[in-house]
């Protein structure tokens, strides 16, 4: 059975190519027998709307899960199994909020949130309403989370900042844009349908299901094809129109545009973008109509073999709502504010801004997102090489430090002054041409330093100790969606973390080892801006 149900699904793993309806017969007919009456009006709302459907969906609606979509035969790379019209699809331009909208200067996520706030507000008059009365309130992002939710449930995870500041900048953006409108409009609007409430529900069900349509309308809700959920890093539906000379594109790089803390979260750079699934590409209309003699307002749903990228489970619950066991792609982050409350614990604060300045000096940083800074931990538990060559600058002694600073005015390349360093310590021949050896930062007092951050940033958590984390995850029921998925997201990040302990302690043994006989290793080399 493909299980697509709904953009934040409780199991969204999907079964490898080709896609097979896997439930008995008994339980297929029975689904169809009592399918309810939201989804009868929702397929009578479908065909009013020239929505044409592959034969090959069944659809069925699950009381635990919502609506889904099963492929009642196999599926394969290129089928076609849907077509939508633009006209179908709810945006700024398609809504009857559209003047209001436009004449108030609202466009992007603003815009589209009162465009599918507008349209529930009129409820059976809407032309979307065989539409939307298929959707739920909204959809379990910690976005909507009450503020008491997220301190009990995110705390010391990294999207525990991430979301406060989200609903704060929301907030704003409400008062600031939102509510004026309600009372300026020109038209009569219900106040309690326009409220910072819906307005947040409406971001969390655009959040998690809207899709890029065309330069005219941008991005908005589409029906049907918001059904289809995704799982990381594997065989996915992907919803396109593409034109004969185009290839089927790829999009992990879509970007959630208004995740203020996005990069920092997932690990990728921040894009520019208001789509937060997948795009759907297209020619101009006039070129595609002539080249393929196909209708430019008509979207196709079409099989491809594609994931929503490399996210990470902070990621993933940020953007839509779940997270996924054993994900390859989980990181956590050590604050630099982190790394300095270490260094203050040894050293002076104007000690610890020194250092840090020579460490800029040298060209290299940390990742950046909005006004943070940070460095990565890798889910195998191997921090960023920039991490430890602060640290090393921190530790050094302060004649060694002094002699760095002079050499940074005369040196060629960056990794020369760092391997000038090196190359006195550990008796190496150093060539400008060189680059830093990660396994020579690894002194005893950088593997401590490490131990150290290891300790300060579990210490962001509760007192509960990961087998207690993993005991509750046991006894959690998936229904339970939030407290199931921010376990989840525990559970990974304390166990990058417990890696992270392992690389330092082993760090700081082979050091000991290497001291003794006189070797060295490289296994991986310093990045440079």
């Keep these: 059975m493909l299980k697509i149900g709904g953009a934040a699904p409780l199991n969204p793993a999907l079964p490898p190519q080709p896609y097979r309806h896997s439930c008995s017969r008994r339980n297929y007919f029975s689904s169809n027998l009592m399918a309810s009456r ?28 919502g609506i889904s979509v099963g492929a009642l035969s196999d599926l394969h790379e290129g089928d076609v199994v849907a077509k939508i019209p633009k006209t179908a699809c709810l945006t700024i331009k398609t809504s009857g909020a559209r003047e209001m909208i ?69 907030y704003e953006d409400w008062k ?97 973008s208001t789509c937060e699934n997948s795009y759907i590409h297209s020619d101009s209309e006039s070129d595609y109509s002539s080249v393929t003699g196909e209708d430019p ?24 709502g779940f997270t996924e066991a054993h994900n390859p792609f989980d990181i956590v982050n050590i604050d630099l504010e982190l790394v300095l ?47 430890l060559t602060l640290l090393y600058i921190m530790l050094l002694p302060d004649n060694t430090c002094h002699k760095l600073d002079i050499s940074i005015c005369t040196a060629d390349k960056v990794s020369a002054n760092i391997g000038m360093i090196l190359s006195e310590k550990h008796d190496i021949t150093w060539s ?47 229904t339970e969606r939030k407290l199931y998925h921010s376990l989840m997201l525990r559970i990974s990040e304390r166990r990058i973390l417990e890696k992270f302990r392992t690389y330092a302690t082993a760090g700081a043994q082979i050091q000991t080892f290497q001291d003794a006989n006189g070797t060295s290793t490289t296994r991986k080399r310093l990045k440079k801006h």
């Design 102 to 170: 436009e004449s108030a200067g609202l466009d992007g996520h603003l815009g589209v949130s009162v465009a599918l706030m507008y349209e529930k507000s009129l409820a059976q008059d809407s032309p979307w309403a065989g539409y939307l009365q298929l959707l739920p309130p909204q959809e379990c992002l910690p976005l909507v989370w009450t503020l008491g939710e997220v301190d009990s449930l995110l705390s010391g995870t990294e999207l525990h900042k991430a979301i406060k500041e989200d609903k704060t900048l929301m």
């Design 38 to 65: 939201r989804l009868r009006a929702f397929k009578r709302w479908m065909k009013s709307q020239g929505i044409q459907c592959s034969d090959t969906l069944d659809f069925i609606d699950c009381p635990q899960q």
């Design 297 to 320: 307002m008509m979207l196709q749903m079409i099989m491809v073999f594609n994931t929503y990228g490399s996210l990470g489970n902070a990621a993933l619950l940020h953007r839509y």
């Design 432 to 478: 400008t041409s060189s680059e830093i050896s990660k396994d020579l930062l690894l002194t005893e007092k950088v593997c401590r330093a490490l131990l150290a951050l290891v300790d300060i940033r579990e210490s962001c958590y509760d007192s509960k100790l990961i087998d207690e984390d993993v005991e509750a995850l046991k006894r959690c029921c998936m």
């Design 176 to 272: 600031e844009n939102i509510l004026p409108l309600v009372y300026s409009a020109p038209q009569s609007l219900n106040p309690s349908s326009f409220s910072v409430k819906e307005y947040f529900a409406a971001r969390s069900l655009i959040a998690s299901r809207s899709f890029q349509i065309d330069e005219y309308h941008g991005f908005g809700m589409v029906p049907l094809a918001d059904l289809f959920n995704h799982k990381t890093g594997a065989e996915d539906v992907h919803f396109t129109s593409v034109s004969p000379n185009q290839e089927y594109e790829d999009d992990v790089d879509s970007e959630n545009g208004d995740n203020n803390e996005l990069s920092k979260i997932s690990g990728h750079d921040k894009r520019d």
């Design 341 to 387: 409350k270490w260094g203050c614990s040894l050293f002076s604060s104007r000690y610890c801004r020194a250092r840090l300045s020579l460490w800029r000096r040298i060209n290299i940083s940390g990742s950046v997102s909005e006004n943070s800074e940070y460095f990565e931990v890798s889910s195998n538990g191997e921090p960023e090489l920039e991490l």
